[in-house]
């Protein structure tokens, strides 16, 4: 098991939201070293392309291809993340996408503090075959 830091924490014991600020990062980061690898472009084309992937909608699309292969315990924390209680009220997304993306980050949170990285890079992959 890996990270990126050895900090000592049991994801079981984090709250969904806040497994779900970590998932944003990490599912950030990759989406960005992914489009760099893929094509040297300009820093706006860029930002212009990570931010159509990590948008509300389109992780909640990229959630819809991941679900049938998520085991027992992946699934509870994707439900524990979508459902949530938020003050946030999404301004460019449905309430549905909002907390079906919050539930996404939450489970890529949760499987990165796991120190999970094959399953994180396992199901990166899954997600984007076609977007890259």
Not at 25 to 40: I, P
Not at 84 to 113: C, M, Q, R, W
Request: charge should be negative; glycine fraction near 6%; include cysteine.
């Amino acid at each position: 098991m890996e990270r990126l830091l050895d900090c000592d924490c049991e994801p079981s014991q984090i709250s969904p939201l806040t497994l779900a600020f970590v998932g944003d990062g990490v599912y950030d980061l990759m989406v960005r070293e992914k489009l760099v690898c893929t094509a040297n472009r300009a820093v706006g084309v860029l930002n212009n392309e990570k931010v159509k992937m990590v948008c509300c909608q389109a992780q909640s699309e990229l959630y819809k291809r991941i679900e049938p292969l998520l085991t027992d315990e992946e699934l509870a924390v994707y439900k524990r993340g979508r459902n949530a209680h938020t003050s946030h009220t999404p301004k460019n997304a449905s309430v549905a996408d909002y907390h079906s993306a919050t539930g996404f980050e939450a489970l890529l949170g949760y499987i990165y503090l796991k120190g999970d990285l094959e399953r994180l890079k396992s199901l990166f992959n899954i997600m984007t075959e076609e977007n890259f």
